[in-house]
């Protein structure tokens, strides 16, 4: 069972950037997925969450209504788009799921790093002003 991040890079403010989470070993379509990121010297934050079966998605206020998050049952991978990215976005980010047989259906509980036990290698972000 893995997660595979990729898509990190370095930008220019303003510009743009994909990240997918491939996952392998299951079908992760039937678990909640999400993203976080940590900024150097800071703690890991939520970013965004993906759930398949509804296709609700939640959103950090930092990134809402720059960043979607999206996802491919064919190819068991989701997908953060990052649009207007500031060096504020700068940070490795790394996807999650939770992959557990139950979970609740509300922000306060995607958001939290605690919610995922299973996580992927981060990819590397970096926004020049």
């Known amino acids: 069972v893995q997660l595979q991040a990729s898509g990190g890079g370095s930008v220019q403010a303003g510009g743009s950037l994909r990240l997918s989470c491939a996952a392998s070993g299951r079908a992760f379509t039937n678990y909640p997925m999400g993203w976080f990121r940590q900024a150097p010297g800071k703690e890991r934050e939520f970013v965004s969450s993906?759930?398949?079966?509804?296709?609700?998605?939640y959103f950090a206020d930092s990134v809402k209504g720059r960043f979607t998050v999206s996802g491919d049952n064919a190819k068991n991978t989701i997908y953060l788009q990052m649009n207007r990215l500031s060096p504020e976005d700068t940070a490795v980010y790394y996807c999650?799921?939770?992959?557990?047989?139950?979970?609740?259906?509300?922000?306060?509980?995607?958001?939290?790093?605690?919610?995922?036990?299973?996580w992927g290698q981060g990819t590397e972000v970096t926004v020049s002003s």
């Open positions: 999650a799921a939770v992959v557990k047989p139950s979970y609740v259906s509300a922000f306060y509980y995607f958001s939290k790093e605690t919610s995922y036990n299973v």
């Open positions: 993906l759930i398949w079966a509804s296709g609700r998605t």
